[in-house]
């Protein structure tokens, strides 16, 4: 079975592209939601956040209090590093999981944003990257996310250039809008299958 990682910068459409890979029959390993769901049921992540932003960052329902936690990480770095440090690791214990009880697909697609950031793209066999024109995903993230310019681009910080990205990906989808994504996700898939016969 081959591991393929799907990344790209905030607002590229790598959910877009990785639902045309759904209907294609390929299962996908989405690490941001996996990472939403263990912040609120793994026993240990649940101690190590409550450690940096105190007890009362959980409800009594024990759902997270995702605004107060992304607007101080976002303005503090240091604080960013130490919540990465909890949650991209139990994030990969997860998705190492999750593969082994895939091995009957010839690929399984794990999309992260991250992936480079955090070291996992290096667990993977080959990476697709998402790319989108800065003005675009910026637009695209303020309509989904009922954010700001300013906070858009305070979150694409934390994150790699499309450069830097694509540098070290193996395929390259262009979700511009104008370029047809379909087409180019049957052409990766078909190069993925091949591979995956080597």
Known sequence: ?????????IGSGKTTVCKIFEVLGIPIYYADDRAKELLESDKNV??????????????????LDRHRVATIVFNFPEILAEYNAIIHPAVFQDAEKW???HTQHEYVIKEAALLFETGSYKMLDKIICVTAPVEKRIERVMLRDKVTEEQVRARMQNQWSDAQKTAMSDYIIYNDGSTPLIRQVLSIHEKILIYAKM
């Open 99 to 101: 593969m082994l009880r």
């Open 1 to 9: 079975m081959i591991k393929i990682g799907i990344t790209g910068g």
């Open 46 to 63: 649940i101690k190590k956040v409550k450690n940096i932003f105190g007890d009362d960052v959980y409800n009594e329902q024990g759902k």
